[in-house]
Protein backbone atom coordinates (compact mmCIF):
# COMPACT_ATOMS: atom_id res chain seq x y z
CA UNK A 1 0.00 0.00 0.00
CA UNK A 2 0.96 3.42 -1.03
CA UNK A 3 0.82 6.95 0.97
CA UNK A 4 -1.73 8.07 -1.21
CA UNK A 5 -3.74 4.73 -1.17
CA UNK A 6 -3.59 4.40 2.54
CA UNK A 7 -4.90 8.19 2.28
CA UNK A 8 -8.11 7.14 0.21
CA UNK A 9 -8.74 4.28 2.34
CA UNK A 10 -8.76 6.80 5.43
CA UNK A 11 -11.05 9.30 2.88
CA UNK A 12 -13.66 6.43 2.19
CA UNK A 13 -13.77 6.07 5.99
CA UNK A 14 -13.89 9.02 7.11
CA UNK A 15 -15.92 11.13 4.51
CA UNK A 16 -16.47 14.14 6.58
CA UNK A 17 -12.87 14.84 6.48
CA UNK A 18 -11.76 17.15 3.52
CA UNK A 19 -9.07 15.37 1.54
CA UNK A 20 -6.52 18.14 1.63
CA UNK A 21 -6.60 17.61 5.82
CA UNK A 22 -6.42 14.25 5.61
CA UNK A 23 -2.58 14.22 3.32
CA UNK A 24 -1.73 16.79 5.68
CA UNK A 25 -2.42 14.47 8.91
CA UNK A 26 -0.99 11.51 7.33
CA UNK A 27 2.25 13.24 6.26
CA UNK A 28 2.50 14.65 10.03
CA UNK A 29 2.37 11.42 10.94
CA UNK A 30 4.73 9.99 9.05
CA UNK A 31 7.18 12.75 9.54
CA UNK A 32 6.55 12.64 13.04
CA UNK A 33 7.76 8.50 13.03
CA UNK A 34 10.43 9.53 10.91
CA UNK A 35 12.03 12.31 13.46
CA UNK A 36 11.70 10.18 16.17
CA UNK A 37 13.59 6.90 14.52
CA UNK A 38 16.44 9.82 13.23
CA UNK A 39 16.41 10.85 16.97
CA UNK A 40 17.60 7.02 18.19
CA UNK A 41 14.01 6.67 19.60
CA UNK A 42 11.35 3.66 19.37
CA UNK A 43 8.02 4.02 18.06
CA UNK A 44 5.55 1.21 19.72
CA UNK A 45 1.67 1.31 18.22
CA UNK A 46 -0.17 -1.09 20.27
CA UNK A 47 -1.52 -4.18 18.38
CA UNK A 48 -0.06 -3.00 15.70
CA UNK A 49 4.29 -3.35 16.18
CA UNK A 50 7.17 -1.78 17.35
CA UNK A 51 9.47 0.17 15.26
CA UNK A 52 13.18 0.64 16.27
CA UNK A 53 16.63 1.02 15.19
CA UNK A 54 19.80 -1.57 15.80
CA UNK A 55 23.24 -0.19 15.11
CA UNK A 56 25.23 -3.43 12.93
CA UNK A 57 28.76 -3.07 13.90
CA UNK A 58 31.52 -2.12 11.27
CA UNK A 59 33.45 -5.22 9.99
CA UNK A 60 34.99 -6.20 6.95
CA UNK A 61 33.79 -7.38 4.06
CA UNK A 62 34.98 -8.46 0.90
CA UNK A 63 34.28 -7.14 -3.00
CA UNK A 64 33.12 -10.04 -4.35
CA UNK A 65 34.42 -8.90 -8.15
CA UNK A 66 37.37 -8.94 -7.14
CA UNK A 67 38.07 -10.54 -3.83
CA UNK A 68 39.55 -7.23 -2.60
CA UNK A 69 38.88 -6.39 1.16
CA UNK A 70 36.82 -3.62 2.17
CA UNK A 71 35.86 -1.97 5.22
CA UNK A 72 31.96 -1.58 5.96
CA UNK A 73 31.37 1.38 8.41
CA UNK A 74 28.74 1.02 11.26
CA UNK A 75 25.21 1.20 10.51
CA UNK A 76 21.99 1.62 11.48
CA UNK A 77 18.95 -0.20 10.37
CA UNK A 78 15.33 0.01 10.94
CA UNK A 79 13.31 -3.13 12.58
CA UNK A 80 9.90 -3.99 12.42
CA UNK A 81 8.54 -6.61 15.46
CA UNK A 82 4.50 -7.53 14.39
CA UNK A 83 2.44 -6.54 17.80
CA UNK A 84 0.48 -9.86 19.07
CA UNK A 85 -2.86 -8.43 17.38
CA UNK A 86 -1.43 -8.28 14.18
CA UNK A 87 0.83 -11.45 14.05
CA UNK A 88 -2.92 -13.30 15.08
CA UNK A 89 -4.89 -11.37 12.26
CA UNK A 90 -1.94 -12.40 9.68
CA UNK A 91 -1.96 -15.82 10.94
CA UNK A 92 -5.62 -16.17 11.18
CA UNK A 93 -6.62 -19.51 8.80
CA UNK A 94 -8.50 -18.17 5.99
CA UNK A 95 -12.10 -19.17 5.45
CA UNK A 96 -13.00 -21.63 2.54
CA UNK A 97 -14.51 -20.03 -0.59
CA UNK A 98 -18.09 -21.55 0.23
CA UNK A 99 -17.84 -20.87 4.07
CA UNK A 100 -16.66 -16.40 2.67
CA UNK A 101 -19.56 -16.91 0.15
CA UNK A 102 -22.28 -17.19 3.11
CA UNK A 103 -20.66 -16.03 5.40
CA UNK A 104 -22.53 -12.89 8.12
CA UNK A 105 -20.17 -10.31 9.72
CA UNK A 106 -19.63 -10.82 13.08
CA UNK A 107 -21.36 -7.90 14.61
CA UNK A 108 -24.46 -9.61 12.63
CA UNK A 109 -24.54 -12.79 13.73
CA UNK A 110 -23.30 -11.12 17.55
CA UNK A 111 -26.88 -9.14 17.50
CA UNK A 112 -28.83 -12.15 15.54
CA UNK A 113 -27.52 -14.13 19.04
CA UNK A 114 -29.13 -11.51 21.05
CA UNK A 115 -31.56 -9.78 20.03
CA UNK A 116 -34.54 -12.32 19.18
CA UNK A 117 -36.01 -12.49 15.53
CA UNK A 118 -39.72 -11.87 14.96
CA UNK A 119 -40.87 -14.02 11.60
CA UNK A 120 -42.38 -10.38 10.95
CA UNK A 121 -38.75 -8.96 11.19
CA UNK A 122 -37.89 -11.33 8.74
Given at each position: M????L?E???????H???R?LE???H?????M????????R??????????????????????????R???P????????A????????????P????A??A???????A???????????
Amino acid sequence: MTRSELIERIAARAPHVPRRELEAIVHAVFDCMSEALVAGKRIELRGFGVFSLRTRRARTGRNPKTGQRVSVPERRTLSFAAGKELRARLNAPEPRQEEAAGAVLPSVALASAVLPVTSAAR
